[in-house]
């Protein structure tokens, strides 16, 4: 079936297209290059991974439970509305959340996929490109994992939010080499790593929880290497242009913060744009949400070099300032530990499985001499 079959509401059109800005950068110098940056990048080589053949896709996914959602998360339970629904309709709520959410993830993989693209083409120093090429073939995995569990798992997609296309339109269209990696690698990407991270960590469904984890222990090193990059690039700027990019970053985070709502679902179940964006700013799950999907970004800003007193006044606008000071390589180290646990257990539960299955065959064979 079509992808365009799925989509809840038709996209704008079937391609969208960003003019290209700023020119490509070959290098001719071929030496080693910065020693942390060329470990990242065989890393990058030695971590590839074929996404049907980790991921267990044989494993069953009801689509009106996905994420096995609890009723008190859903921003419309305790309203007059909830007490309307029958239990279809809460199931198809939940399958409508859960296509909004993943199609949001796949959007935003596919624009990584494009700035990783342009990172290689636009960024001067060859050991950033090689870096950036392992990182598009990440990227495009990624996706491709995305719309398969959209696909064969849910069976529906939502558009890509408007804020959101909005952040990758500015970061592709700047001609600066170093936006893709501040627009993708520090704001997307950050925010894709804690809402993956939510999910990963609460969700008791097995197939959504490999495709985070392992999803995951690659954004791990893509977060590190635009930290590694810019903050080598920013020492060397001037305080205008520091603000250029600390503008940039708070018209961002609140692009971000105000696009996950989810507003389109609750418009598809008859409920006026206004009141749903109401009924999302109260719900208390979601200003917890809020605050965890920044938990990632802000040490990594304040990590880069970037704050300003305009940039700390907008973080305590927003009440994440306090996270400036969380430990973001912990965070990357657990990231990678779960999805290596993750592996550990799946393959000796299959180790076992078939031992015993040996050991049935060789019992059903001396049985029958």
């Given at each position: 079936m079509s992808t365009h079959d799925l989509y809840v509401n038709a996209p704008a059109g079937p391609v969208w297209e960003v003019p290209a800005a700023g020119s490509a950068r070959f290098s001719w110098d071929y030496d080693d290059g910065r020693e942390r940056l060329l470990?990242?990048?065989?890393?990058?080589?030695?971590?590839?991974?074929?996404?049907?053949?980790?991921?267990?896709?044989?494993?069953?996914?009801?689509?009106?439970?996905?994420?096995?959602?609890?009723?008190?998360?859903?921003?419309?339970?305790?309203?007059?509305?909830?007490?309307?629904?029958?239990?279809?309709?809460?199931?198809?709520?939940?399958?409508?959340?859960?296509?909004?959410?993943?199609?949001?993830?796949?959007?935003?993989?596919?624009?990584?996929?494009?700035?990783?693209?342009?990172?290689?083409?636009?960024?001067?120093d060859l050991d950033a490109k090689f870096y950036s090429a392992t990182q598009t073939m990440d990227e495009a995995?990624?996706?491709?994992?995305?719309?398969?569990?959209?696909?064969?798992?849910?069976?529906m997609l939502y558009p890509i939010n408007d804020n959101l296309q909005g952040l990758l339109d500015d970061t592709l269209r700047d001609s600066r080499w170093d936006m893709p990696y501040l627009g993708m690698q520090v704001l997307i990407e950050g925010l894709a790593l804690a809402a993956f991270g939510m999910i990963r960590d609460t969700t008791d469904k097995p197939l959504p929880k490999q495709i985070l984890a392992y999803v995951m222990q690659d954004e791990a090193r893509h977060v590190a290497f635009g930290r590694m990059a810019l903050r080598d690039y920013y020492r060397q700027l001037g305080d205008a242009e520091l603000r250029e990019r600390e503008e940039f970053v708070i018209e961002g985070c609140y692009l971000m913060r105000d696009r996950l709502r989810g507003v389109e679902v609750l418009e598809n179940f008859?409920?006026?744009?206004?009141?749903?964006?109401?009924?999302?700013?109260?719900?208390?799950?979601?200003?917890?949400?809020?605050?965890?999907?920044?938990?990632?970004?802000?040490?990594?800003?304040?990590?880069?070099?970037?704050?300003?007193?305009?940039?700390?006044?907008?973080?305590?606008?927003?009440?994440?300032?306090?996270?400036?000071?969380?430990?973001?390589?912990?965070?990357?180290?657990?990231?990678?530990?779960?999805?290596?646990?993750?592996?550990?257990?799946?393959?000796?539960?299959?180790?076992?499985?078939?031992?015993?299955?040996?050991?049935?065959?060789?019992?059903?064979?001396?049985?029958?001499?």
């Open positions: 470990a990242l990048y065989q890393k990058g080589k030695d971590k590839q991974w074929d996404g049907a053949t980790r991921i267990d896709w044989g494993i069953e996914v009801d689509p009106y439970d996905p994420l096995g959602t609890p009723d008190e998360v859903l921003t419309l339970h305790g309203t007059r509305h909830w007490a309307k629904m029958t239990e279809k309709d809460k199931g198809d709520l939940r399958r409508h959340y859960a296509s909004w959410q993943f199609s949001q993830f796949l959007h935003g993989e596919q624009g990584a996929m494009v700035c990783a693209a342009r990172i290689v083409e636009s960024v001067p995995r990624h996706a491709e994992i995305y719309g398969r569990f959209l696909h064969e798992k849910i069976g008859g409920i006026p744009k206004k009141e749903a964006e109401e009924l999302s700013e109260q719900s208390e799950f979601l200003h917890l949400f809020r605050k965890l999907l920044f938990s990632r970004i802000v040490p990594c800003v304040k990590d880069i070099g970037l704050w300003g007193e305009r940039l700390q006044k907008a973080y305590l606008d927003m009440g994440v300032f306090d996270l400036g000071d969380s430990n973001l390589d912990l965070l990357m180290t657990q990231d990678e530990e779960i999805a290596e646990a993750l592996d550990r257990e799946r393959f000796a539960t299959e180790e076992a499985e078939r031992a015993a299955e040996v050991e049935v065959a060789i019992a059903e064979g001396s049985a029958g001499e």
